[in-house]
């Protein structure tokens, strides 16, 4: 829906003015609308320094998305594979269109935003694909995409920016290097991929590209999965490892130049396809290794996934007083959502030191609409937010690490439980048998209640989300112990966990004696 163009009947234009539209932004502004307030939703889908283009959604659900749309790709290439053991008669393994996932995918980007717009529209929300800045206490000015100005007033401002991929700052990195955003705007297979980076998200697009048959090393950038339990990361690294991928340990990227144009068959590498890249400039990397040396290699494409940095640098904020983080230029928020100016808060992603998903997002941008206009007092709980890494063997997580457990409550206030499981569907084409794992973590003292908890294998996500909500209404392990599973099914194991970490560690010791 356009704004009004005619002049204000009050002192401000709008009650609530959205700078930024990601799925918080999205949330707070038709739940205000809901409420029957006059809602701005100012967006400008810029394009990525290297020229894709960004559509309404913001980075949070336009992201998930494709993250979904490549895991399930990759999926399908092995799913052929198992099919034969099921009674499937394939004439042939088949081969990957690179350019027949990318268009796909993004018309279903495409699709999402036109629908999105109309959502608005259906809210009541205006909305305007134009930049904001703060200029005054509750006045912004708006930039259009022809350069036209304009200021308006609004009585609350919620900034919901969220974050884009960064940069290192080597030789090269910005001319040759591809985020997250650009892998799908290359017209040919990347071919043989370097990530940089040991994030969920550079995981992630390691075993999407391996799934579909290309060669991918990954440099981890200092160890893997820092912000998840430790030993489920390790899990996760060996199965890529025995999936394909190569990891580079206690290494640095250091520089990247293209070199002259060829042309390269890429090997599936015992996959089910074969892709074959056009001809372009190979990227010629130099890798830092951990005795002082360093080596060269040629790959096709580099992908930087090496964190995430604030959009709040050129927004207005310092004008008005509004705190940030100098470590991290994200802004600093209370309980309430509330910056260090009365009038201005802040959704999703820009926040510092806290959790960020497109679920939370969205729920705590609507609980702040409420709160604004419908007296009502519900602070969005940040303590038990549920995530998941779309590796390959995908892993779902909610709740503490063992690591953080311990540090919280002490070790020997926590107890482990854990088990490897089989999925019945991995039985006919004989996967590994130990592949997946899940673990919950207890704190003993209060009567075992379950504090994290971790699944990995297919469909993690889904198995953790209804004990997502069980764990908010104070699960103790012997609630889980009287939850009856669902059989046949995965999630059951979760409800039938007897061995302990101790009791394993106990075992491998005597075994270890005994040898």
């Not at 198992?82 to 279903?108: I, N, P």
């Not at 694909?129 to 259009?144: F, K, L, S």
């Not at 999936?243 to 015992?270: I, M, P």
């Not at 010629?284 to 096709?300: E, L, P, Y």
């Amino acid at each position: 829906m356009d704004p009004p163009t005619g002049p204000s009947s009050g002192p401000y234009d709008y009650e609530l003015l959205v700078i930024g539209g990601g799925s918080g932004g999205l949330a707070v502004a038709k739940e205000a609308a809901g409420l029957r307030k006059k809602v701005l939703i100012l967006d400008l889908a810029a394009p990525s320094p290297r020229g894709t283009k960004r559509e309404l959604g913001g980075s949070s659900l336009n992201t998930d998305r494709i993250r979904k749309f490549l895991q399930q790709a990759s999926l399908l290439g092995k799913a052929v594979q198992d099919s034969e053991k099921h009674g499937w008669k394939m004439k042939d393994h088949g081969s990957h269109g690179w350019s027949d996932l990318v268009e796909a995918v993004q018309e279903q980007v495409k699709a999402r935003s036109v629908e999105l717009r109309r959502e608005l529209k259906r809210w009541g929300v205006f909305y305007l694909n134009a930049r904001g800045e703060i200029v005054a206490p509750h006045t912004v000015e708006v930039t259009d995409m022809n350069g036209g100005k304009r200021r308006l007033r609004a009585e609350t401002l919620v900034i919901a920016t969220g974050d884009r991929p960064q940069y290192l700052g080597i030789p090269g990195d910005r001319e040759y290097c591809l985020t997250s955003e650009d892998v799908l705007s290359l017209p040919h297979p990347p071919g043989r991929t370097l990530v940089v980076g040991r994030s969920a998200e550079g995981l992630e697009w390691a075993g999407f590209l391996c799934g579909l048959g290309l060669p991918v090393t990954v440099i981890l950038q200092p160890d893997l999965l820092q912000e998840f339990d430790q030993k489920m990361a390790k899990k996760i690294e060996k199965h890529m490892i025995s999936s394909g991928v190569e990891l580079l340990y206690h290494c640095s990227f250091n520089k990247v130049e293209q070199t002259e144009a060829c042309s390269n068959d890429v090997a599936s590498g015992g996959s089910t396809t074969t892709l074959q890249p056009a001809s372009r400039g190979r990227l010629r990397v130099t890798i830092g290794c951990k005795d002082g040396q360093t080596k060269q290699d040629d790959f096709d494409t580099v992908l930087l996934a090496v964190g995430r940095k604030a959009s709040t640098s050129d927004i207005g904020l310092e004008c008005v007083g509004v705190q940030c983080s100098q470590d991290t230029g994200r802004i600093l928020v209370n309980e309430w959502d509330e910056t260090s100016v009365n009038h201005i808060y802040a959704i999703g992603s820009v926040q510092h030191g806290r959790p960020s998903t497109t679920g939370l997002s969205m729920y705590a941008g609507t609980l702040l609409a409420r709160r604004l206009y419908r007296e009502d007092a519900t602070l969005c709980d940040y303590t038990n937010v549920p995530t998941v890494v779309l590796t390959p063997l995908e892993y779902a997580s909610c709740g503490l690490s063992e690591e953080k457990a311990n540090l919280t409550f002490g070790k020997a206030s926590v107890e482990v439980y854990h088990s490897s499981y089989w999925p019945l569907e991995w039985e006919l084409p004989a996967r590994n048998k130990d592949s997946c794992y899940v673990k919950v973590v207890c704190h003993i003292p209060d009567n075992e209640r379950v504090v994290g908890l971790h699944v990995m294998g297919p469909n993690a996500g889904d198995i953790l989300q209804g004990f997502v909500a069980a764990m908010n209404c104070g699960l103790t392990k012997q609630q889980l112990d009287a939850t009856v599973g669902i059989h046949p099914g995965s999630a059951q194991v979760l409800s039938s966990l007897t061995q302990t970490q101790r009791m394993s560690e106990a075992l491998m010791m005597r075994g270890n004696c005994c040898g």
